[in-house]
């Protein structure tokens, strides 16, 4: 079975650091796709970024990097220069089999002034 | 970028009605369209994955008696919560599969059975 695991509820950090979320994967198909969603207090799910398994460089966008650890089985993501409008929750997530997402328990960032 | 809409945003209704939700593709087509519902403070759960001309295929655990799902376009996903009662209340949110296998998210449907 397939499964995201999410295992900070919460994190808090000072505006303008650095901040990693993880993520920890575990699926037995070699091929797969990890995602990061941010959600804010809206509702809307933001897509922030994507790594497919075969992909050889760590996603990079803007101000949010993958950490992808294969062998780990580990996809952090990390924010950099953390700003208020951060402040949120953040969903992992796979693809399973050709489209269907699941989703981690997500982690709430809070960012701090 | 792709976008993807959905209607109503909120809604209120009494228990024994049906309410339906409506998700539409804006500037793509989706033959294949999810729906996913959020309780409080947890995470997203896929209900049923939508497919345009075809019956939607529902997750363990779903009654699809309850929760009807068209496709009946390639732009347009409907979901009917019939007989609503107010444990279906819940954030419902749709997304459409992009071509490269990427799901583009609604902005969800808050819906509260009183």
Same mark, same amino acid.
């Given at each position: 079975?397939q499964?995201i695991?999410?295992?900070?509820?919460?994190?808090?950090?000072?505006?303008?650091?650095?901040?990693?979320?993880?993520?920890?994967?575990?699926?037995?198909?070699?091929?797969?796709?990890?995602f990061?969603?941010?959600?804010?207090?809206?509702?809307?799910m933001?897509?922030?970024?994507?790594?497919?398994?075969?992909?050889?460089?760590?996603?990079?966008?803007?101000?949010?990097?993958?950490?992808?650890?294969?062998?780990?089985?580990?996809?952090?993501?990390?924010?950099?220069?953390?700003?208020?409008?951060?402040?949120?929750?953040?969903f992992?997530a796979m693809r399973r089999g050709a489209q269907k997402l699941v989703f981690g328990?997500?982690?709430?960032?809070?960012?701090?002034? | 970028?792709?976008?993807?809409?959905?209607?109503?945003?909120?809604?209120?209704?009494?228990?024994?009605?049906?309410?339906?939700?409506?998700?539409?593709?804006?500037?793509?087509?989706?033959?294949t369209m999810f729906w996913y519902r959020q309780f409080?403070?947890q995470s997203l759960m896929l209900m049923a994955t939508s497919?345009?001309?075809?019956?939607a295929t529902y997750e363990q655990g779903v009654?699809?008696?309850?929760f009807?799902i068209?496709?009946?376009?390639? *732009?347009?996903? @409907?979901l $009917?919560?019939?007989?609503?009662?107010?444990?279906?209340?819940s954030f419902y949110i749709c997304s459409?599969r992009?071509?490269?296998?990427?799901q583009?998210f609604?902005?969800? *449907?808050?819906? @509260?059975? $009183?």
């Amino acid at each position: 079975a397939q499964k995201i695991t999410q295992t900070q509820p919460g994190m808090f950090v000072q505006e303008k650091e650095a901040v990693t979320l993880d993520c920890t994967y575990d699926t037995s198909d070699p091929s797969y796709g990890l995602f990061w969603y941010k959600q804010p207090s809206s509702g809307e799910m933001i897509f922030l970024i994507y790594q497919g398994s075969y992909d050889q460089q760590n996603a990079t966008e803007g101000r949010y990097s993958l950490n992808f650890q294969k062998a780990r089985k580990s996809a952090n993501l990390v924010i950099s220069a953390s700003q208020l409008g951060d402040s949120a929750m953040y969903f992992c997530a796979m693809r399973r089999g050709a489209q269907k997402l699941v989703f981690g328990q997500g982690t709430r960032l809070t960012i701090n002034p | 970028g792709a976008v993807v809409s959905q209607h109503p945003s909120r809604v209120i209704c009494k228990s024994g009605t049906s309410v339906k939700i409506e998700c539409r593709s804006l500037d793509f087509q989706a033959t294949t369209m999810f729906w996913y519902r959020q309780f409080p403070k947890q995470s997203l759960m896929l209900m049923a994955t939508s497919n345009e001309g075809s019956k939607a295929t529902y997750e363990q655990g779903v009654e699809k008696d309850k929760f009807l799902i068209n496709h009946a376009s390639l *732009t347009l996903s @409907t979901l $009917t919560v019939t007989s609503a009662h107010p444990e279906d209340s819940s954030f419902y949110i749709c997304s459409a599969r992009g071509l490269n296998y990427e799901q583009y998210f609604g902005p969800g *449907t808050r819906l @509260t059975v $009183t």
